[in-house]
């Protein structure tokens, strides 16, 4: 069975201010690891995976994210916040490639001016 | 872009009663999901469905839920009797063609929120 933890459900920043949504997760066995953002009154889509290989993974607006197989963490990053950044983001847990994807709670990353 | 299309977006329905959800996935994508997300609580998986045929179901897909595929492009969920508990944002998903990167990456549509009275 696997099983994701966001750790912080509501994580208030301001504009170009360093940002760090965290996630952990349980698994028995290998896992790939995925964030989606979902903005206000549109569907969830997918912001960075870890499939395999390099444990940093990036994506085109400028967010990391590292896995961290020793600590069972793969939290997200951004060196600097934008207004537009203001969404809930999900942290999911996958055991194959075509497998359900086990979510996290979500956490909502609101950016103020 | 492709993109994955839900309709309706908002569905009310009273208790009992039978409601259908319909999704149109990527028009080359193999597999196809449904999730829920109850107000306040996680994303959930519901069913996956690949080659005409339920592949993985959750302990929350019972006997009142059901999925068809009718004529190759929509891709439907059928609750036969809601109940109260049935509310809940509801999100279709597809995923790609096989042997490559893109069947690990799931598609979401935007959902269709269903308010059972």
């Known amino acids: 069975a696997q099983s994701v933890t966001q750790l912080d459900s509501q994580v208030p920043v301001f504009e170009e201010a360093p940002v760090e949504l965290r996630c952990n997760y349980s698994s028995s066995v290998s896992v790939y690891l995925f964030w989606y953002v979902q903005y206000p009154n549109q569907g969830l889509q997918l912001l960075l995976k870890?499939?395999?290989?390099?444990?940093l993974v990036e994506s085109i607006n400028g967010f990391e994210a590292e896995f961290n197989k020793s600590q069972t963490s793969f939290h997200l990053r951004k060196p600097s916040v934008h207004i537009s950044d203001t969404a809930e983001y999900f942290c999911?847990?996958?055991?194959?490639?075509?497998?359900?994807?086990?979510f996290g709670q979500g956490t909502i990353l609101t950016v103020h001016p | 872009e492709p993109e994955v299309t839900q309709t309706p977006s908002h569905q009310v329905t009273q208790m009992g009663q039978e409601v259908i959800l319909r999704c149109v996935p990527i028009s080359n994508h193999l597999y196809f999901y449904w999730y829920r997300q109850i107000l306040g609580q996680k994303v959930e998986f519901l069913v996956s469905?690949?080659?005409?045929?339920?592949?993985?179901k959750s302990e929350i897909f019972d006997d009142q839920f059901s999925v068809e595929r009718p004529d190759g492009s929509n891709f439907t969920l059928k609750i036969r009797s809601t109940k109260l508990e049935d509310s809940a944002m509801y999100f279709c998903?597809?995923?790609?063609?096989?042997?490559?990167?893109?069947?690990?990456?799931?598609?979401f549509g935007p959902g269709t929120r269903l308010t059972v009275t």
């Open positions: 999911a847990v996958s055991g194959t490639s075509y497998g359900k994807l086990t």
């Open positions: 998903a597809s995923s790609g063609t096989s042997g490559s990167e893109a069947l690990y990456e799931q598609y």
């Open positions: 870890y499939l395999s290989g390099s444990t």
């Open positions: 469905f690949y080659n005409n045929e339920i592949s993985e």
